[in-house]
Nanobody
Framework: QVKLVESGGGSVRPGESLRLACVASPSIFSAYAMAWYRQVSGMQRESVAVIGSDDNIRYADFVKGRFTISRDVANNTLFLQMDNLKPEDTAVYYC??????????????WGQGTQVTVSS
């Protein structure tokens, strides 16, 4: 069952921008921190940005000052605004969220991934 649906990837030139979106089920969106990860071909998946349910935010060093994570509460959507993109940002980007059941047990969910390609 799909819990997170991503969109917004594409191919751009260095210095250009993209905005990724992740539509989550309401329980996932409101339960805990949500995050964007990325995976460069042949490399390990790495955290890009995290936003807590209290809107506390942290970024990976390699995107500070360029990427912005945010939420649209009304539409249960997570965004990643990516400005001043660089070739090394080329990767598959994933949305991650967490859902809790009535006992407090949780399950982490991942989106299907969206490809971002930055090349001159």
């Amino acid at each position: 069952q799909v819990k997170l649906v991503e969109s917004g990837g594409g191919s751009v030139r260095p210095g250009e921008s993209l905005r990724l979106a992740c539509v989550a089920s309401p329980s996932i969106f409101s339960a805990y921190a949500m995050a964007w990860y990325r995976q460069v071909s042949g490399m390990q998946r790495e955290s890009v940005a995290v936003i807590g349910s209290d809107d506390n935010i942290r970024y990976a060093d390699f995107v500070k000052g360029r990427f912005t994570i945010s939420r649209d509460v009304a539409n249960n959507t997570l965004f990643l605004q990516m400005d001043n993109l660089k070739p090394e940002d080329t990767a598959v980007y994933y949305c991650k969220g967490r859902d809790y059941d009535s006992t407090g047990y949780y399950t982490d969910y991942w989106g299907q991934g969206t490809q971002v390609t930055v090349s001159s």
